[in-house]
Every structure is written in C-alpha cells, then in structure tokens.
C-alpha cells in the first residue's frame, strides 16, 4: 500500500503545473541619433558623458579644463568641459568631431555611431 500511495504522489507532482522560469533582463535599446545631437551633449557632465558613451579614448587635463576623446568606428569626438563661473561641476561646453585624416565630420552623426558601437 505505501508503494502505491508513494507512487500516486509522484504521480500527481508530476502533473502540477511547473513555475514559469524568471523573465530574462531585457537590455535597454540603444539611444537614436536624436537623443544625441551635438547640442545636447554641451552642458553634460563628465560622469554623464561616460554614461552615454562608455569609457573615454582620451582624457587630457590642463588647469580648469578638461578634454574627453571617445572613438567611433569611423570618428572621433572631442568633448571639452569647463567649471561654470560660479564654480561646480566642469561641463561641456565645446563638441568637435573629426575622421581618421583630421576632417571635420558631423558631431551629431559622430555621436550617434559611438553609442551603436
């Protein structure tokens, strides 16, 4: 008898409806072109560039100013911040993009395939 009501156990734990598995994380979809236009970018934050655009190239700096680089597969953007005159955090506050030869590109399209990368 204990081996057919072992076995009517298994049997009905067998057939109870199984847990749906844990939802996967979904990765956020990257930011379009017009999330990063050029314009945007002055007035950020060192902290908020890197956010943006991940870890910089370049970073180069000289008294109050600082110079972050960030490569693109066909681009690099120059992105210089400056403490407001009141003081506080340095922010950008000139954005140039230029290619592999040294010509200058479009900072916006520039932008844009750096967070694609």
């Given at each position: 008898?204990?081996?057919l009501v072992?076995?009517?156990i298994l049997f009905v734990a067998a057939c109870a409806p199984r847990p749906a598995?844990?939802?996967?994380?979904v990765a956020p979809t990257p930011a379009g072109p017009a999330q990063h236009d050029h314009?945007?970018?002055?007035?950020?934050?060192?902290?908020?560039?890197?956010q943006h655009f991940g870890k910089p190239r370049l970073q180069i700096v000289e008294?109050?100013?600082?110079?972050?680089?960030?490569?693109?597969p066909n681009c690099l953007l120059d992105v210089y911040l400056?403490?407001?005159?009141?003081?506080?955090?340095?922010r950008a506050?000139?954005?140039?993009?230029?290619?592999?030869q040294g010509n200058e590109v479009s900072a916006q399209g520039c932008a844009a395939a750096i967070e694609k990368r």
């Open positions: 008898m204990r081996i072992s076995v009517a598995p844990a939802p996967t994380p314009r945007t970018v002055n007035g950020m934050t060192a902290g908020e560039l890197i008294g109050d100013g600082t110079k972050l680089q960030f490569a693109g400056y403490p407001p005159t009141g003081g506080g955090a340095a506050t000139l954005i140039e993009a230029r290619n592999a």
